[in-house]
């Protein structure tokens, strides 16, 4: 009866350490292991039969400990302890580890990877602007404010546009208990523009019910859900909230396997859950759906891009010759193939400013290019743009890499204490001392290109083909003067678009009049305000 008795108090304790700590049953996971040693150690400390004498001082044993228990107990140990040291450890798996990124083609021009870009496509709100303004959105609905809390926010392509969106949480078990059902949607906040701030309760009529969450609890927890459905032996990470293109929520769930000993994670595919029902499907790399954005998790990437920096001549290159790291971490953008990609720059070991090169990682397939130019690390481009405002005290957010007509860039906002956008900043990524600020992202790009001429480069230099020059009429022309700087709009016969340029581009520009015949040049992009290169007015006849 005592055995039995035991039997099924250590289910019991099985059943939950299982259900509660979700242990990955697979080599190379240290929790099922750690679950088991446990259960036997329970075991054996009951089944010794300890009591005390009847002074209370001493304890008795009445049973010997089982030999056949020891070994099993010490397996488990030398599994958990000398198995991983001589498996994992880095001396011992060097060439393994620097690889594990796979090959890392050499490119060209960072340029020629990332796309071209309009102003009202770049990315203005980051991700703590982005939790602002859906706290201020909830908390105008008063009913929801009590009720629920944002969860994270993730970048995504969505009919081609840039969101940032987080799923509304449970708030606490007690409001979970009340409304098992799920919460009323999610937030969708534009990364291009910080007035577009949604709250999607519903899709074609029907309430929306994000009743799977890591918020929740037992079998709706979205972790344990996936568990117990089939993924219990492999690694699961990265849980992204994502919507389809036509709206509906989704958790994107990295699967993972450990490819070298006890380390070494490697993505094998994903699992997408439906957020509201609980389906539960899942991919390879190769056919996951293509609204999904991310596969590859950062901090996997991140930990390859490292070990394949640090490890490139081998693990005891204490002079760190050829070393190379990371600078701040991880970016998602998006290239001239509308792919998303981590971008990070590289910079030399115990270097704090200077970029040696570039990375962009495909978020879906891992193919990695490294492009080896100097630069200047995010950090360095955020000091930069911060000195030009100094006075203000702003702070600049996540530099973001663009191709601003060839020449790239980092694009960053600049915020007061609150939080709140006050200004933009552009930063040639080929050297940081070439700045433009402004009050809008078109005056921002003004200033930028004035600077750049100004310092002796040429706009797009190698790329003619995206340049063009046009002798016309003036058809229009009007002054706008902004932080005292003044900016001459004007149209010519001919053309569609709307011209901008300042006296940092022609001393002829301020003189100019309806009917002059001028001689424009120009960069061909998407905008319909186009920056002008260089002016002559072919009435003045200046000496």
């Known amino acids: 009866m005592k055995k039995s008795l035991l039997a099924l108090f250590l289910l019991l304790v099985g059943f939950l350490s299982f259900y509660l700590f979700l242990p990955v049953i697979q080599y190379g996971f240290y929790g099922i292991g750690i679950i088991i040693l446990a259960l036997l150690f329970i075991y054996f400390i009951i089944s010794l039969g300890i009591t005390v004498d009847q002074t209370g001082k001493q304890f008795i044993i009445a049973s010997k400990p089982s030999k056949i228990l020891l070994v099993i107990m010490g397996l488990i140990l030398v599994y958990l302890t000398f198995v991983p040291l001589f498996t994992t450890a880095t001396i011992f798996h060097t060439s393994n580890y620097q690889k594990m990124i796979g090959k890392v083609e050499n490119g060209k021009k960072i340029s020629e990877h990332i796309a071209p870009i309009s102003m009202d496509k770049i990315r203005v709100v980051d991700q703590e602007l982005a939790f602002l303004l859906g706290e201020k959105i909830i908390g105008s609905q008063a009913a929801l404010g009590s009720q629920v809390e944002l969860g994270k926010f993730s970048i995504q392509k969505v009919n081609n546009e840039l969101y940032w969106i987080a799923p509304l949480l449970h708030s606490g078990f007690f409001k979970w208990l009340n409304n098992k059902e799920g919460t009323p949607g999610y937030v969708m906040v534009s990364a291009t523009n910080e007035r577009d701030v949604k709250l999607v309760q519903s899709i074609d009529g029907k309430p929306l019910k994000i009743k799977y969450q890591p918020s929740a609890y037992f079998q709706s927890d979205i972790h344990r859900h996936v568990y117990f459905n089939g993924f219990s032996s492999v690694g699961l990470a990265d849980f992204t909230f994502e919507i389809d293109e036509k709206g509906n929520p989704f958790w994107v769930i990295t699967k993972y396997n ?194 750049y001429n100004m310092a002796g480069n040429k706009i797009n230099p190698s790329n003619v083909a995206a340049k063009k020059a046009i002798s016309s009429v003036i058809s229009r022309i009007q002054s706008d003067v902004k932080n005292g700087n003044s900016f001459y709009y004007f149209t010519i016969k001919d053309y569609p678009n709307i011209f901008v340029g300042s006296s940092q581009v022609s001393n002829e520009i301020p003189v100019t009049v309806v009917g002059d015949s001028v001689k424009v040049s120009f960069d061909i992009d998407n905008e319909q305000v186009i920056d002008v290169t260089s002016f002559d007015n072919l009435n003045l006849k200046l000496k």
């Open 258 to 451: 450990k490819t070298i000993g006890f380390s070494g994670k490697n993505t094998s595919g994903i699992v997408v859950v439906d957020a509201q029902n609980g389906a539960i499907q899942h991919y390879n790399i190769k056919n996951a759906p293509s609204w999904v954005d991310r596969i590859q998790p950062a901090e996997l990437i991140e930990d390859q891009l490292n070990n394949w920096g640090e490890l490139v001549n081998g693990y005891w290159n204490f002079s760190n010759t050829d070393k190379l790291q990371i600078t701040e971490g991880l970016t998602l953008v998006y290239g001239q193939n509308n792919k998303s990609y981590w971008y990070t720059g590289l910079t030399s070991v115990g270097s704090d400013e200077s970029a040696v090169g570039f990375v962009l990682v495909d978020t879906r397939t891992k193919e990695t290019t490294f492009y080896k130019q100097s630069g200047a690390t995010e950090f360095a481009a955020q000091s930069s743009a911060q000195g030009k405002v100094q006075e203000k005290g702003y702070k600049a957010s996540l530099p973001i890499p663009y191709n601003i007509n060839g020449i790239p860039t980092y694009v960053m906002t600049l915020k007061d204490d609150g939080g709140l956008v006050k200004m933009y900043a552009m930063v040639a990524i080929n050297d940081y001392t070439i700045v433009g600020v402004g009050n809008s992202m078109r005056e921002t790009l003004t200033s930028f290109k004035s600077v």
